[in-house]
């Protein structure tokens, strides 16, 4: 493939892309890179929510059905023990040959996020020109997928391997856009298993200059009335968390929130943290919740954090814990659902430290499958994690394709 690199011009692709329409995209790209990079087959695998499998999009037409919004197809992909699956992990791009075609997967990735793998074959193996044009193609479908889902529920439908109850969607939507982020200080990574009636966990994270927000809430209850309660809570602290304030004001504000508007038996138990990226300090407010492990140097170390009175329970106003982050911590916050009656045979501490080399995203996504077969699947309670990874002020991201590829110290 004795090809001009002229001919592999990113912007022609993008401005191509950009004039589609929000649900074309995928198409328009298949397109594109089926003419400029001569690809006999393009397709997008986008992760499903659960974490089990890619999904395949394509859209069906002329098939003479009504104009009723069913002519879309999400083929799943299986991941255990497949390349796509080492793709996703590693996040490396892989060349593979077949009997009559070479299979290229790059990882459609933003900021460790990892939103599907780039798909395409090709008759001969692609030199590392038209490798390296793949690569930067695929790091900007992930920002064109993020801008395109605001306008339609297509990528959203596709992802969706079981039905969601009403109380799930509420759950949904107050989870952050994007679960996993790579930052120069650190890497972070959220993850959700919900029971079968959603039981009012959530996760939540801002970053800005000088902070990094953490948050993970479970409301008491299940269904609607922990949905609503979820909702009131995560409102209250995203509102004073955006007014700068600290997660001691922040918890206060929720309790109160929650003792003027949920039901005098209602509360939700949580972690509030704000670490300083310039230093690693960390305020900690545990409002009835389990407390954070930390793993350093390959060791499990108990944190001296107060546990205090759930939100919406009456009580003196909270106070916040220090803590002081070092080089190559990484800290585990999890809900009660990794706790309760059938899922307390998960070795939390003993996964945590087995997985100590691996990405968060892989890290809780271990703890969850781990969840799900000591407990057969049948789940009690919503069981959510973060996991972080400190790094230090001096860490520095080594992003290629949207990932982080290498971390290395000044």
Known sequence: MSRGSEEFDLRSLLAAVEQ??????VDVLSRELAN???ARHVALLIANFSGSALVRLSHVENTGRAFDGRNERAEPVLLAGTAHEDVLLTQTPRVLERADDWLVLVPVTERGDAIGILELSFAEEPVARLLAYLIAAAHALAYVLIAARRHTDLFEWAQRDVPFSVAAEIQRRLLPS???MEAGPLTLAGWLEPSHDAGGDT???SLDREHVY????DAMGHAIDAALLATLTLGTLRNRRRALVSPAEQADAAGERLRTHAQPHQFVTGLLMRIRLSDGSAEVVNAGHPSPFL??????VHLDVNVQPPLGVDHA?????EIRLRAGDRLLLITDGYLDRNARRVD????????RDRHPRQMIQELARNLLEVTGGNLQDDASAMCVDWYGPAGIRGAAGGASQARTNR
């Open 348 to 355: 939390i501490e003993g996964i945590l430290a087995a997985t």
């Open 203 to 205: 996760f939540d994270y």
């Open 178 to 180: 994007a679960y996993t």
């Open 295 to 300: 793993l350093r140097e390959g060791e499990i």
């Open 20 to 25: 589609a329409f929000p649900v074309d995209v």
């Open 36 to 38: 400029t990079a001569r």
């Open 317 to 321: 106003p909270y106070s916040a814990d």
């Open 214 to 217: 953490l948050s993970l809430t």
